[in-house]
């Protein structure tokens, strides 16, 4: 079991994630614990930041947010890791996120599945099975 603490004052559950960028170096990220998003999603900025470019899309799909349906590119990243665990060849969505949001990206189910997650707000303690 892996155990880190979250800021309760933040709005949002932030964790650190690192990613394996397409030159080899790993590269630190903040992203949000988002429940609600069914598959995870990188921001534009931290796409090209991770060294990948429209050349690298696996395919054009769409997605469905809260008050609209958007184009997204899809990726795999090479590996990325959060909460002590690590995927390869990890399939994401790309699109921006809102100015001023301060994150690069959102952990959606995808990343926690077959896995047990435990999200504890008393203690600010995120656990992963």
């Known amino acids: 079991m892996t155990v880190e603490t979250f800021d309760r ?10 990613v394996k960028a397409n030159d080899g170096k790993l ?4 992203f949000a614990v988002d429940t609600g998003a069914t598959i995870t ?3 534009d900025d931290a796409i090209k930041m991770m060294g990948y470019t429209k050349a690298d899309c696996i395919r054009t799909t769409h997605t469905i947010t809260a008050s609209k349906t958007e184009n997204v590119n899809e990726y795999s990243l090479n590996n990325i890791q959060a909460i002590g665990l ?8 790309s699109r921006s996120l809102p100015i001023g ?3 690069d990206g959102l952990l959606g189910l995808n990343f926690f599945k077959n896995r047990e997650l435990t999200i504890d707000f008393k203690l600010s303690e995120i656990r992963l099975n």
């Open 101 to 103: 949001l301060g994150i």
């Open 9 to 18: 004052k933040n709005p949002l559950i932030m964790v650190e994630v690192t």
């Open 27 to 30: 590269k630190r990220f903040d």
């Open 41 to 43: 999603l990188v921001s």
């Open 86 to 93: 690590v995927h390869r060849n990890f399939k994401v969505i």
